[in-house]
């Protein structure tokens, strides 16, 4: 199980955004990602292996972690960056879990 | 360019069937594995399947298991979910998405096919 949270972020453009991702067991850093959605739109890869950028990926956009604990960091939020953010992993088989997401808002 | 085509979406009635399908190009389909996500209207995604390049491997999150079939034809570059058994709480957008899990990650997304169970 993967634990999102805040469920809300409300910040301004500027600010800094700390998404955080908690898995209920250990998991290979590998296989950790991030997605964004925005309304309408289908999700887009940020991040994957917790901490590679995918292609054409802002570097204002950064992951990390620590023991079972993934964090997406974007350093100073734009305007566009406003959505919805999703970690997601895979399982020992080639499964698929994603966390409940967490919204960020402009403030 | 990658892209994924999805189609085969609409209104079912509580119990039917539904075939979607999605058109893979700008890459060498057999050499992928490919899922597919499904998102209810307001809520978050949720994995429901994915196949390996030669259909040796298949995996159903439980909720689908013994009424949703995933196959492939890659002659045709092709993804398809046969849904089956279809209940209101399968109501949501279908994504296809290509399944890169050896480096862990869905890289290409298609935009989605909406399914409707209602009476």
């Known amino acids: 199980v993967l634990t999102q949270s805040p469920g809300t972020l409300s910040l301004s453009p500027g600010e800094r955004a700390t998404l955080s991702c908690r898995a209920s067991?250990?998991?290979?850093?590998?296989?950790l990602a991030w997605y964004q959605q925005k309304p309408g739109q289908a999700p887009r890869l940020l991040i994957y292996?917790?901490?590679s950028r995918a292609t054409d990926v802002p570097d204002r956009f950064s992951g990390s972690w620590s023991g079972t604990d993934f964090t997406l960091t974007i350093s100073r939020v734009e305007p566009e960056d406003f959505a919805v953010f999703y970690c997601?992993?895979?399982?020992?088989?080639?499964?698929?879990?994603f966390g409940q997401g967490t919204r960020l808002e402009i403030k | 360019e990658v892209q994924l085509v999805e189609s085969g979406g609409g209104l079912v009635q509580p119990g039917g069937s539904l075939r979607l399908s999605c058109a893979a190009s700008?890459?060498?389909?057999?050499?992928?594995?490919m899922s597919w996500v499904r998102q209810a209207p307001g809520k978050g995604l949720e994995w429901v399947a994915n196949?390996?390049?030669?259909?040796?491997?298949?995996y159903y999150v439980a909720s689908v298991k013994g009424r949703f079939t995933i196959s492939r034809d890659n002659a045709k570059n092709s993804l398809y979910l046969q849904m089956n058994s279809l209940r209101a709480e399968d109501t949501a957008v279908y994504y296809c998405?290509?399944?890169?899990?050896?480096?862990?990650?869905?890289?290409?997304w298609g935009q989605g096919t909406l399914v409707t169970v209602s009476s």
């Open positions: 196949i390996k390049q030669d259909e040796s491997e298949k």
């Open positions: 292996g917790a901490s």
């Open positions: 067991q250990s998991i290979t850093s590998n296989y």
């Open positions: 997601q992993q895979y399982d020992n088989s080639p499964s698929i879990t």
């Open positions: 700008g890459f060498t389909f057999s050499s992928y594995w």
């Open positions: 998405a290509r399944d890169n899990w050896n480096y862990g990650m869905l890289d290409y």
